[in-house]
């Protein structure tokens, strides 16, 4: 059974930094690029970061700067450091898992439970 577990989160004032950790269970977690999507009450769930197996970085415009993405395949594990978090990062962070097959394309996609983050003073 495949499983993400997400963990880090928590309450902090503008300004402050968090680092989330997304351990994965039962995946060949090198082969999958790995992703940390945000929603916020009212809004769509939208890509914050996202990685690579070979270790090539994508960021949403909003954290350009402030947000790092990282994974140790050794620990199965994909991280996200957060710094100089604002009131607008608020929202459930949510770690994903995606990989296409090479030859039939077939999609294998998987979801954590989520962390909250709330920036507020």
């Known amino acids: 059974q495949v499983q993400l577990v997400e963990s880090g989160g928590g309450l902090v004032q503008p300004g402050g930094s968090l680092k989330l950790s997304c351990a994965a269970a039962?995946?060949?977690?090198?082969?999958?690029?790995m992703g940390w999507f945000r929603q916020a009450p009212g809004k769509q769930r939208e890509l914050v970061a996202s990685i690579t197996s070979n270790g090539a970085t994508d960021y949403a415009d909003a954290v350009k700067g402030r947000f790092t993405i990282s994974r140790d395949n050794a620990k199965n594990t994909v991280y996200l450091q957060m710094n100089n978090l604002k009131p607008e990062d608020t929202a459930v962070y949510l770690c994903n898992a995606d990989y296409v097959t090479v030859g039939t394309k077939v999609r294998f996609d998987y979801w954590g439970q989520g962390t909250q983050v709330t920036v507020s003073s």
């Open positions: 039962s995946l060949s977690f090198s082969i999958y690029t």
